[in-house]
């Protein structure tokens, strides 16, 4: 079966841009959960969605945001970009919230902010 | 607030020696840990389950809730287990997994 599709891969954008990202989880998988990853702070959770409905937010501005639409596809959406938003997005995916299952990765989308 | 410990980034060994990657976790509730692996230019993948209570790969790892740790180990090490490896802490509902900084393995011959 088809993996944790992530769009694009790479993106460069300049300082107040703003950037959207994209989703697909694996095929049944209705929780879709996104990461930053950088070198200094390591993985950290951005959100969770499951069923269209945010489940859990991590520590995060409000200039970062999600969603998710029927079909369990995410995408995470961030304003007013800063250099510090630089990083690789990580989208994982899971059958739902039951003790036991673990994520699936995708392989990320790199940010660059210019 | 829940937190993740691995305290070595880098630990080295050579081939057939023993291994074992430390995790200690902090947290107040019932605590589901993972281990997750990856290898260079690869994804994010899962490895362990403490709830399953498996082996793969020749990894082992048991959930020492008196101590709150959750190593990993394998008896011998081969050159293909080089590779970061991260301990993840599930706290709670839903699927939020807090990460530890991650230990990078060098196996050498």
């Known amino acids: 079966k088809a993996g944790v599709t992530q769009t694009p891969r790479y993106l460069i954008k300049t300082r107040g841009q703003q950037v959207t990202l994209s989703c697909s989880p694996i095929s049944g998988h209705r929780s879709v959960s996104w990461y930053q990853q950088t070198p200094g702070q390591g993985l950290q959770f951005l959100f969770e969605?499951?069923?269209?409905?945010?489940?859990n937010k991590g520590n995060f501005p409000g200039r970062f945001s999600g969603r998710q639409f029927s079909n369990s596809r995410s995408e995470m959406n961030v304003s007013t970009l800063e250099l510090g938003d630089s990083a690789l997005y990580l989208c994982?995916?899971?059958?739902?919230?039951?003790?036991?299952?673990?994520?699936?990765f995708g392989s990320g989308t790199r940010l660059t902010v210019v | 607030a829940q937190r993740v410990t691995q305290p070595e980034k880098l630990l080295s060994v050579f081939k057939g020696a023993p291994v074992e990657l430390k995790c200690n976790y902090s947290?107040?509730?019932?605590?589901?840990l993972f281990w997750y692996v990856q290898y260079s230019r690869q994804r994010l993948q899962l490895l362990l389950r403490h709830i399953s209570r498996e082996s793969i790969k020749g990894f082992t790892a048991d959930l020492n809730k008196g101590e709150t740790s959750f190593h990993l180990k394998k008896p011998f090490a081969q050159e293909e287990d080089s590779a970061m490896y991260y301990c993840a802490l599930r706290t709670g509902g839903g699927n939020k997994l807090t990460f530890g900084t991650g230990t990078q393995l060098k196996v050498e011959l």
């Open positions: 947290y107040s509730g019932s605590p589901e």
């Open positions: 994982a995916s899971s059958l739902g919230g039951a003790r036991g299952y673990g994520y699936t």
């Open positions: 969605y499951f069923s269209e409905t945010q489940r």
